[in-house]
């Protein structure tokens, strides 16, 4: 089944949609209930979207005026080159919508965006058992070869 899709940037208008595709991104990656994040978190992850001195951004898919995805996405400075790297920070699409191309979609927006700021990579992260995520994934970027390391302080 196709679908029409519309990649666009994030409104105000859109937050009643965008909050179920933000708190469903959450649930998959463990924060819901008594580990969801802090209210505060996402009202200032939602405020830094309209904040032009943030280098923070949001695009959605749309169909038919229903919000079916969302990707976050920032730019930040590297070492190792001269102009800022786009990191694709959360990508998620509504359970009903997937495998209709809505990710696809939405990788490509952030693509299209980060070759128009003139940034020369984009990149993410996925977490290892994100198995039905990395076939498109790997259809769409190469796998660097590192691993990520923390230390939540």
């Known amino acids: ?12 208008q859109d937050y009643d949609q965008w909050l179920p595709l933000w708190e469903g991104y959450n649930k998959f ?8 994040l802090p209210p505060e978190i996402t009202a ?4 830094r979207f309209f904040d032009a001195y943030e280098p923070v951004h949001a695009w959605v898919a749309e169909s038919d005026g229903k919000l079916l995805g ?4 920032l730019y930040h400075r590297s070492t190792i080159m001269i102009a800022p790297i786009c ?14 191309g809505v990710a696809r979609a939405l990788i490509n927006g952030v693509y299209e965006q980060a070759k128009i700021a ?13 198995h039905t995520a990395m076939l498109l994934y790997d ?3 190469d796998k ?6 923390r230390k939540m302080l």
């Open 144 to 149: 660097s070869g590192f691993l990520v390391y």
């Open 70 to 73: 969302l990707t976050h996405y």
């Open 139 to 141: 259809k769409m970027a």
């Open 29 to 36: 990656y463990g924060r819901s209930g008594d580990t969801a």
């Open 87 to 100: 990191y694709l920070q959360d990508l998620f699409t509504d359970e009903a919508a997937r495998g209709k």
């Open 44 to 47: 200032m992850t939602w405020s």
């Open 1 to 12: 089944m196709s679908i029409n899709l519309i990649i666009r940037p994030v409104t105000l």
């Open 118 to 130: 003139g940034s020369p990579r984009v990149y993410w992260q996925t977490h290892e058992t994100n």
